[in-house]
């Protein structure tokens, strides 16, 4: 059970039940952010036996303030507050920032006090930062399991706040935290299938694939995308390149854009940013050099408001999954320790989208997700997180 089932935090659930007799419940909201998230951070092997405890699909309404002010107002000042706790820069125009900006818009939209921001935390200055934040807020907001580590301890020594990650696929089930879950196997070869479907409209055939430091989440990534690419046109090729010069440095501008070139130069067609920071430097760099490019989680590229120009919107968005979480934490049905699974093809929320597909692309696209939901690749899914992460 979860810790805070008895708390002060569901005092308020009566009132809600009494709600519920005369306003209709409604769903999640899977409304994208105004920027992108373009760096995934999983840190360990998905364990596909777990028993995950999703969120419902239907919540109740928000209760009213003073109810919320109840429930969330862990140090007591009389207002909610959520903090935001980024790796990387909170204006990236990218991962970071996307998070950022779903608490922003959240706070807005329930009255909340302004959000309270921490971002550039490194791992092993996690725990101070993530402490002193605590601190301060009511609603807590981990953007990414990069600073994840120290979750287990904080959660305890700061029980009354409401603790969120976006920890991404593989991170382990932790009593006090709820999370975000998807999967980077199917993401991948989602990613996969869209770049080759692209590529066979032009004679080229190799792919460059930029990321970090061959770490385990990457590897999986890098593997399914392989695998949809090439199911989707044996005649691909994809090569990853790293550009850290430490874990977790997928904010490597010169290194990045430097990987870039080379690989244009080698006759590269298109390019995977799987970066943070770097991203959009690449992706810029890409559209110069007149490539293929994509996002790296965010799900908004394909709009006309974007001043880049991507191919691709690959979808696993930090703040597409806080905003549709959201609602169901306020309404007390997404509680500390409780799962939601983000699936390609279940869930809006997470895959590859060909940006201006024709319509005998997005048919494919169409059948690879059934595909992807159906199980069809799951043993194969299964082969590729054991390869990533063994060891």
Not at 218 to 247: C, H, I, R, W
Not at 287 to 306: L, Q, R, W, Y
């Amino acid at each position: 059970m979860s810790r805070t089932t008895t708390g002060k935090r569901f005092l308020w659930l009566p009132a809600l039940l009494a709600l519920a007799l005369v306003a209709a419940a409604c769903g999640s909201d899977s409304a994208s952010t105004d920027a992108g998230s373009d760096d995934p951070t999983t840190t360990a092997a998905p364990d596909d036996s777990s028993d995950d405890t999703e969120a419902p699909a239907d919540t109740e309404p928000p209760p009213p303030m003073d109810e919320m002010v109840e429930a969330f107002d862990a140090n007591g000042d009389g207002v909610v507050t959520i903090g935001v706790a980024a790796a990387g820069p909170a204006n990236d125009g990218a991962y970071y920032q996307a998070v950022v900006d779903a608490a922003q818009s959240i706070s807005a939209e329930n009255g909340f006090a302004d959000p309270i921001v921490v971002d550039e935390i490194q791992a092993a200055d996690a725990a101070t930062a993530l402490s002193d934040l605590a601190a301060q807020v009511d609603i807590l907001v981990v953007g990414a399991s990069e600073i994840a580590e120290p979750l287990g301890d904080l959660t305890e020594k700061f029980p009354d706040v409401y603790w969120y990650c976006n920890c991404g696929a593989g991170f382990p089930d932790t009593p006090g935290l709820a999370q975000a879950l998807d999967d980077g196997s199917e993401i991948g070869f989602t990613a996969g299938a869209a770049t080759a479907l692209l590529l066979g409209e032009t004679d080229q055939t190799e792919v460059v694939f930029i990321g970090c430091c061959d770490l385990g989440f990457e590897k999986e990534f890098f593997l399914s995308f392989q695998m949809g690419l090439t199911e989707t046109n044996a005649g691909l090729t994809v090569t990853y390149v790293p550009s850290g010069d430490f874990p977790f440095d997928f904010n490597n501008v010169a290194n990045a854009t430097e990987a870039l070139s080379n690989a244009v130069a080698g006759g590269a067609g298109a390019v995977v940013p799987y970066l943070g920071e770097a991203h959009r430097p690449v992706v810029q760099a890409a559209n110069e050099a007149g490539i293929i490019t994509m996002s790296a989680g965010s799900s908004t590229v394909c709009d006309a408001s974007e001043e880049l120009d991507y191919s691709i919107a690959v979808r696993f968005d930090g703040g597409d999954y806080i905003r549709a979480i959201f609602p169901q934490i306020l309404s007390g049905d997404m509680k500390e320790g409780d799962i939601k699974r983000f699936l390609v093809g279940v869930d809006d929320e997470p895959g590859a989208v060909i940006c201006n597909a024709t319509d005998e692309q997005q048919a494919a696209m169409d059948e690879v997700y059934a595909k992807i939901a159906a199980g069809d690749y799951a043993e194969d899914f299964g082969a590729i997180k054991g390869e990533a992460y063994a060891g």
